[in-house]
């Protein structure tokens, strides 16, 4: 997967800030049931930032539910806590 940013004059400096503050996040997260930060590259004649996650086939509800027999919402709850446990 990846996402794009709008140039940096179309957001303000604080936001670009924090969008640095969350790849610096996602790239210390390192969890089974989480998608994988790959890397990310900010291009600053262009003003584009691009992030590479890792590639997740078919539907992640149907894949938990399958493989936890737990709803989305449910581990999401389990991994938010594990997450801000480590925080």
Not at 2 to 16: H, L, Q, T
Not at 18 to 26: D, L, P, R, T, W
């Amino acid at each position: 997967m990846i996402e794009y940013m709008p140039s940096r004059s179309e957001v303000d400096k604080a936001s670009f800030n924090q969008v640095k503050k969350e790849i610096a996040i996602m790239a210390k997260i390192k969890h089974p049931n989480i998608v994988q930060y790959a890397n990310s590259n900010w291009i600053p004649d262009k003003e584009l930032l691009w992030i590479s996650m890792e590639l997740c086939d078919g539907s992640l509800d149907k894949s938990l539910k399958n493989l936890y027999q737990k709803t989305a919402l449910q581990l999401f709850l389990i991994i938010s806590k594990e997450i801000k446990s480590e925080f």
